[in-house]
């Protein structure tokens, strides 16, 4: 399989496909983003539980987040690099999303981050995707 690196190629290998019906499940996103940001926050507000747990359900919610962007313009993703390719092509490169919120994306990703700043990313990412589509 080649290498997928441009929304182009993402079009072309149907990991990314066109979906007139994709905008109906971007309330469902929004949902499941808000959900899994409050675990997290309380979680991290708490202290209760695994604070590695604040991080994942902090990448869920902006992982949540990204799917609604996408799935606002008319596109269904069928893995996470088109997801990513197709959020920097359609809102980051017009300056509608900042770049740095798919940066911190990949770092919540990796586990990078400590428990406070995974929230306050997914918050900052999560209240960006309400501006946009919500």
């Known amino acids: 399989m080649a290498i997928i690196n441009t929304f182009q190629r ?3 290998s149907r990991y990314l496909v066109e979906d007139a019906s994709a905008a109906n ?3 469902e ?3 499941k983003a808000g959900d899994r940001l409050e ?3 309380n979680i991290q507000r ?3 539980g695994d604070p590695a747990d604040a991080v994942f359900l902090s ?3 902006m992982f949540c987040g990204l799917r609604a962007l996408v799935y606002a313009r008319g596109y269904r993703e069928m893995g996470l690099r088109c997801l990513m390719l197709a959020c920097e092509t359609l809102y980051v490169r017009t300056g509608e999303f900042d770049g740095e919120h ?3 994306f990949e770092s919540a990703q990796r586990l990078k981050l400590t428990p406070a700043e995974a929230v306050d990313h997914a918050s900052a990412f999560v209240r960006r995707v ?3 589509v919500g």
């Open 130 to 132: 309400l501006e946009l």
């Open 46 to 48: 708490t202290g209760q």
């Open 25 to 27: 499940r971007v309330g």
């Open 59 to 61: 990448y869920e919610a």
């Open 39 to 41: 675990a997290a926050s």
């Open 29 to 31: 996103m929004l949902a």
């Open 102 to 104: 798919l940066r911190r």
């Open 10 to 12: 993402c079009i072309e």
